[in-house]
């Protein structure tokens, strides 16, 4: 179910998201050192314009291309069709945009 | 689901593309969520951070760095094959893939133990 | 049984597909096991002493003709180029109809759909010359001839198409036989009809559902590659759409 602009769009977005992704998971390997915690997280992430445009990105890529994922799943896996995929695909996007905004706001705001 | 005619390598690579990025899609919001409750309720995310002390969720989190390695380099290999010249290599870089997921996987995992 | 076998040889288990475009199940046969035997051959075997009701599709049966396609222990194959002692398992054969196409009856599939979406891949020549002009001089060594010579061999069995499960999950999908020969066309210096033919292969049903996942080179019993064919069409597109021009 995917034409040309879907799936340039997929690429695209992974395209943007593999930089992301490598740098995220080095972050992580360094971050779980030692155990978690919210202040640890926050100390770091609070205030800080990088980071919020680093996750600002990874939300706004992901989004875009866990939806068209989904959408293909959708369609060759579940038969789901017409506007009822195209429905799905952005109720994907949606979710995935809104809350991730909202998480970026959560960890990078004052 | 795993019938004779798809048992070779570049199947696999595509179902282990497919399923890991469905899983991935899944957890995001979980993900969002939590993250968001360093607004809404910082000693909650506290409450929630607590657990990855346990050995349980430590190895739920080395399945998911280790579904995140997979899609990625799987991915980078969809690219290779898309618009550099075919090799028939590709079952390798396939295999390669795997194993590249599986050692950044347990690289996180040995940081967070 | 009418069989005129040496009573000294095994008996194998044929479950054999029955049935029409409504649906159908699987008939236990038996078909005594020969030296050099293929499958064909057990198919006809059945026809000829068990069961002359039963419907199969061959042509040359020596493997040029791409006929006799079917599903044989749930891999699509040649089934006149299938030898019973490579796929024979515990005794006993499947034998169905390819994949992903309606059955007219038993063996036999309507291929109807298979070439009308060759067609919509816009999988045909466009001259751009008529008989009266000088023959186009093309050199076999260069790099677009070359890639089109290592695609075109397909002779639409439609064994890749059973293969692939993008087929199965989606029936706009042109499939891997119809997209090889678009990229073999899309290679021809002397064809006229690249834009249209781009645009055939952009669109719903197009090139960008393949996933890659190989079954039809995998299956192929030409030993071609669509997938790495279908990648040049996603290349192709891509180039078109950015500007960079054919």
């Not at chain 2, 899983?23 to 409750?37: K, Q």
């Not at chain 3, 669109?203 to 997938?227: D, I, K, R, V």
Request: charge should be neutral.
């Amino acid at each position: 179910m995917l034409d040309l602009r879907l799936y340039m769009l997929q690429r695209l977005s992974a395209l943007i998201l593999a930089p992301l992704v490598i740098t995220h998971i080095g972050v992580m390997i360094y971050a779980v050192q030692g155990g978690l915690s919210a202040a640890e997280i926050l100390g770091r992430t609070q205030g800080s314009i990088p980071w919020m445009l680093f996750y600002g990105l990874f939300v706004a890529a992901v989004s875009v291309h866990a939806a068209i994922g989904v959408r293909a799943i959708a369609a060759e896996w579940f038969g789901v069709r017409g506007a009822t995929l195209s429905g799905l695909s952005l109720a994907v996007f949606a979710v995935l945009g809104i809350l991730g905004a909202r998480a970026v706001y959560a960890v990078t705001a004052l | 689901m795993i019938r004779p005619h798809r048992s070779h390598p570049l199947w696999f690579a595509f179902l282990l593309h497919r399923v890991s990025g469905l899983a991935l899609a899944l957890f995001l919001p979980l993900h969002f969520y939590v993250l968001a409750m360093a607004l809404t309720s910082p000693e909650a995310l506290d409450g929630f951070l607590a657990w990855t002390d346990m050995t349980v969720v430590k190895l739920a989190e080395y399945g998911l760095v280790f579904l995140l390695a997979a899609h990625f380099f799987g991915g980078l290999r969809l690219l290779a094959l898309e618009f550099l010249p075919w090799s028939p290599r590709q079952k390798t870089l396939a295999a390669g893939a795997v194993a590249l997921a599986f050692f950044v996987s347990t690289t996180f995992f040995l940081s967070a133990v | 049984m009418a069989a005129e076998t040496d009573k000294q040889e095994k008996m194998m288990d044929v479950s054999v597909w029955r049935g029409g475009p409504d649906g159908g199940a699987f008939e236990s046969f038996k078909a005594p096991q020969q030296e050099s035997q293929t499958i064909l051959d057990v198919v006809t075997y059945i026809q000829q002493y068990e069961d002359p009701s039963l419907a199969y599709r061959f042509a040359c049966r020596v493997g040029m003709c791409g006929s006799c396609a079917m599903m044989v222990n749930g891999q699509p194959r040649w089934t006149c180029r299938t030898h019973v002692q490579k796929v024979l398992k515990d005794n006993k054969l499947e034998i169905a109809p390819l994949r992903n196409l309606p059955v007219i009856r038993d063996l036999a599939t309507d291929m109807t759909v298979f070439f009308d979406k060759w067609a919509a891949a816009e999988a045909s020549f466009t001259p751009t010359v008529t008989r009266h002009d000088p023959m186009a001089p093309i050199n076999p060594e260069e790099p677009k001839r070359v890639a089109a010579s290592e695609a075109i061999e397909c002779i639409n069995c439609a064994v890749c198409y059973a293969a692939c499960d993008a087929v199965a999950g989606n029936e706009d999908y042109l499939g891997p036989a119809a997209l090889n020969r678009a990229w073999t066309l899309v290679n021809d210096v002397r064809d006229g009809g690249q834009k249209s033919r781009l645009d055939a292969v952009s669109a719903a049903g197009g090139c960008h559902n393949c996933h890659s996942m190989g079954n039809c080179a995998q299956f192929c019993p030409n030993e071609l590659n669509p997938t790495a064919s279908i990648a040049g069409l996603k290349r192709a597109t891509i180039k078109a759409a950015l500007g960079f021009g054919k």
